[in-house]
């Protein structure tokens, strides 16, 4: 996951025309790996939580 992340870092052209939209892919691919990681989290626990 982050391998691959450092990756597409490393292979994108900084120029200043494509960091917004950079940026904006950075912050995208960040709130989608925490809001799974963070319902999966949420899920486990409660499932556990109300099956145990």
Same mark, same amino acid.
């Given at each position: 996951?982050? *391998? =691959?992340?450092?990756? $597409?870092?490393?292979? +994108?052209? @900084?120029?200043? $025309?494509? %960091? =917004? =939209?950079?940026? +904006?892919?950075? !912050?995208?691919?960040? *709130? @989608?790996?925490? %809001? ?5 989290? *949420? !899920?486990? /626990? !409660?499932?556990?939580? /109300? +099956? %145990?």
């Amino acid at each position: 996951m982050i *391998l =691959a992340f450092l990756i $597409q870092l490393s292979n +994108h052209k @900084k120029t200043p $025309q494509s %960091s =917004a =939209a950079f940026l +904006h892919f950075i !912050y995208d691919v960040v *709130l @989608k790996r925490l %809001s799974v990681v963070f319902g999966e989290f *949420l !899920y486990r /626990y !409660y499932w556990g939580f /109300y +099956h %145990s």
